[in-house]
């Protein structure tokens, strides 16, 4: 088990990576005022071990699972319920699941009362190399995703490979995306990556959960609140990712962030930024996890909703590609070049498919 410190000018939180991490950490909250937030998933799954960790009558939200309830109006029923559990200033918010629940309890608990204190124990591979560090949190709105949120430091994570083994192969991938999102800009990360045997092996995992908390904790201490790029990096496959995701569904976040890996190195390569050997690595991992990349229709309207990516200067799309091992870069793209690029990208996907 290993202890990752976090220190920012808002807070500092201490990250619990490893086995054994959740017996260790959880309960030493059961005596204070919680409140916990999860989904119907993870309930049906840990609900003894919630109620025995935490106390029989310890007051809890159950959301249902799944993107739609990181709303606005499931953070007024979190609120709503906070406020009838009597819950005080000194309580702590406990969220207990993947990236929609971390988010939304986490968003709840910046606003309850001016802000209480708030522990995340991530539940999925995703949540818990990436988006339960950091301080991130958020609701969609008006099918904008993340548009409503704060930057709020959870005083603990607890991540603990114990929750990855009820997880279905689907969550497995997704959390890989985010992995190699890390690779690409870890040269550590990405050795460990290029020369693992099988990136779904649970030792394997274990070990690599910890490197991307590291790297992240590392970049957000630099730039908390996303002020001078350091913190865009991690941004990398999300602005084509995200626009895809809102747009056609149906596959998880992570597959997404896979996918629009694929499409953006495609850019990175077109204009000489990622190249050879590097390239045809990062590809390869990509189809390694998603073993076919999907080709999609009515593009160019896909992507206008990149036009409203929070991290766009005027005008231009931002996309982060990686460049040398273990570095990225930013290319700036006008709308419409942006679409041909992707379009092309598609293009020479289909003509492969035809092919084999």
């Given at each position: 088990m290993?202890?990752?410190?976090l220190k920012t000018q808002s807070?500092?939180s201490v990250?619990?990576?490893?086995?054994?991490a959740?017996?260790?950490?959880?309960?030493?909250?059961?005596s204070?005022?919680?409140?916990?937030?999860?989904?119907a998933?993870?309930f049906?799954?840990?609900?003894?071990?919630?109620?025995?960790?935490f106390?029989?009558k310890?007051p809890?939200?159950?959301?249902?699972?799944?993107?739609?309830?990181?709303?606005?109006r499931?953070l007024?029923e979190?609120?709503?319920?906070m406020?009838?559990a009597?819950m005080?200033r000194g309580c702590t918010?406990?969220?207990i699941g993947?990236?929609?629940?971390?988010?939304?309890?986490?968003?709840?608990?910046?606003?309850?009362?001016?802000?209480?204190?708030?522990?995340?124990?991530p539940t999925?591979l995703?949540?818990q190399?990436d988006?339960?560090v950091g301080?991130k949190?958020?609701v969609d709105?008006?099918n904008?995703?993340?548009?409503?949120?704060t930057?709020?430091q959870?005083?603990?994570?607890i991540?603990?490979p114990?929750f990855?083994?009820t997880?279905?192969?689907r969550e497995i991938r997704c959390?890989?995306?985010e992995?190699?999102k890390y690779g690409a800009?870890?040269?550590?990360i990405y050795?460990?990556l290029?020369?693992?045997?099988?990136?779904t092996?649970?030792?394997?995992l274990?070990d690599?959960?910890?490197?991307?908390?590291r790297?992240?904790?590392?970049?957000?201490a630099r730039d908390?609140?996303?002020l001078n790029?350091?913190?865009?990096t991690?941004?990398?496959?999300h602005?084509?990712g995200?626009?895809?995701e809102?747009?056609?569904?149906?596959?998880?976040h992570?597959?997404?962030?896979?996918?629009?890996?694929?499409?953006e190195?495609y850019?990175?390569?077109?204009y000489?930024?990622?190249?050879?050997?590097?390239?045809?690595?990062?590809?390869?991992?990509?189809?390694?996890?998603?073993?076919k990349?999907?080709?999609?229709?009515d593009?160019?309207?896909?992507l206008?909703?990149?036009?409203?990516?929070?991290?766009?200067p005027?005008?231009?799309?931002?996309v982060?590609?990686?460049g040398?091992?273990g570095k990225s870069a930013?290319?700036?793209l006008d709308f419409n070049?942006?679409?041909?690029?992707?379009?092309?990208?598609g293009?020479?996907?289909?003509?492969?498919?035809?092919k084999?």
């Amino acid at each position: 088990m290993t202890d990752i410190e976090l220190k920012t000018q808002s807070g500092d939180s201490v990250i619990h990576c490893g086995e054994g991490a959740f017996s260790a950490y959880a309960h030493g909250h059961a005596s204070r005022g919680v409140f916990i937030v999860t989904d119907a998933n993870v309930f049906s799954l840990y609900s003894d071990l919630i109620r025995k960790t935490f106390g029989e009558k310890a007051p809890i939200k159950i959301l249902p699972a799944g993107e739609t309830s990181k709303s606005t109006r499931y953070l007024l029923e979190i609120i709503q319920a906070m406020l009838e559990a009597d819950m005080k200033r000194g309580c702590t918010v406990i969220a207990i699941g993947g990236g929609v629940v971390g988010d939304i309890a986490g968003l709840a608990a910046s606003l309850y009362m001016r802000g209480v204190n708030l522990v995340q124990i991530p539940t999925t591979l995703l949540s818990q190399v990436d988006s339960s560090v950091g301080g991130k949190t958020a609701v969609d709105f008006k099918n904008v995703k993340n548009l409503i949120g704060t930057f709020y430091q959870p005083v603990e994570v607890i991540a603990d490979p114990l929750f990855l083994e009820t997880l279905p192969p689907r969550e497995i991938r997704c959390g890989l995306g985010e992995i190699i999102k890390y690779g690409a800009l870890n040269a550590e990360i990405y050795s460990k990556l290029k020369n693992a045997e099988d990136l779904t092996n649970p030792h394997f995992l274990a070990d690599v959960i910890t490197d991307c908390i590291r790297h992240k904790a590392e970049v957000v201490a630099r730039d908390e609140h996303d002020l001078n790029g350091i913190r865009k990096t991690l941004n990398l496959g999300h602005t084509t990712g995200h626009a895809l995701e809102l747009y056609y569904g149906r596959k998880s976040h992570g597959e997404f962030v896979l996918i629009g890996m694929y499409y953006e190195l495609y850019i990175a390569h077109s204009y000489g930024v990622c190249k050879g050997n590097y390239y045809e690595n990062l590809i390869s991992l990509i189809t390694r996890v998603l073993k076919k990349i999907p080709v999609y229709e009515d593009m160019e309207k896909a992507l206008t909703n990149a036009v409203h990516d929070k991290k766009n200067p005027d005008g231009k799309i931002s996309v982060i590609v990686p460049g040398i091992e273990g570095k990225s870069a930013e290319i700036l793209l006008d709308f419409n070049e942006y679409v041909s690029l992707l379009t092309e990208c598609g293009n020479v996907l289909k003509e492969a498919y035809g092919k084999s």
